[in-house]
């Protein structure tokens, strides 16, 4: 994965002005996303939703925080990489850009998840989504 500052350099991120209110709505969703999918109990039956809209959490969180510095991504593989500029570790970056990967098959191409991914992608989005939380910061 490229370091984000390519995806900058490229224009595939650009600079925008802040916008604190769409920060504002962003985090109210992923809070009702995330616990609408951690009430959900994991199957064969939900593993693919649970995958897809666990990765929208995260992936959303990132957005948000994003826009807080100042940044619009045009792509998600950019967007996951701006974990790295967050202080994740490269382990972390790698889980959640193996994580979009894995959705765009599912949500694309029809791939089916299995339910120890889906419990795996629950942890590490519960394990995550607090830290990322708390580097934003809206007044």
Same mark, same amino acid.
């Given at each position: 994965?490229?370091?984000? =500052?390519? *995806?900058?350099?490229? !224009? @595939? ?13 962003? /985090?109210? =969703? ?7 999918? $951690? ?8 593993? $693919? ?12 969180? @990132? ?6 510095? !100042? *940044? ?10 701006? /974990?790295?500029?967050? !202080?994740?570790?490269? %382990? =972390?970056?790698?889980?959640?850009? =193996?994580?979009? %990967? @894995? ?6 191409? !029809? ?23 708390? /580097?934003?910061?809206?007044?």
């Amino acid at each position: 994965m490229k370091n984000f =500052e390519e *995806y900058l350099k490229k !224009g @595939i991120v650009k600079t925008r002005k802040k916008n604190v209110a769409r920060v504002k709505s962003i /985090l109210e =969703e992923a809070d009702k996303r995330l616990k609408f999918y $951690n009430a959900i109990s994991v199957s064969e039956e939900s593993a $693919n939703y649970i995958i897809e809209n666990m990765y929208e959490v995260i992936r959303e969180l @990132i957005e948000a925080k994003m826009i807080l510095e !100042g *940044y619009k991504s045009y792509s998600h593989e950019a967007t996951v990489s701006y /974990l790295k500029k967050l !202080g994740f570790s490269s %382990s =972390e970056v790698e889980f959640m850009d =193996e994580l979009r %990967s @894995i959705r765009n098959q599912t949500r694309y191409y !029809g791939h089916l998840v299995n339910v120890e991914y889906a419990k795996k992608v629950s942890e590490f989005v519960n394990k995550t989504y607090p830290r990322l939380k708390t /580097l934003i910061k809206v007044n």
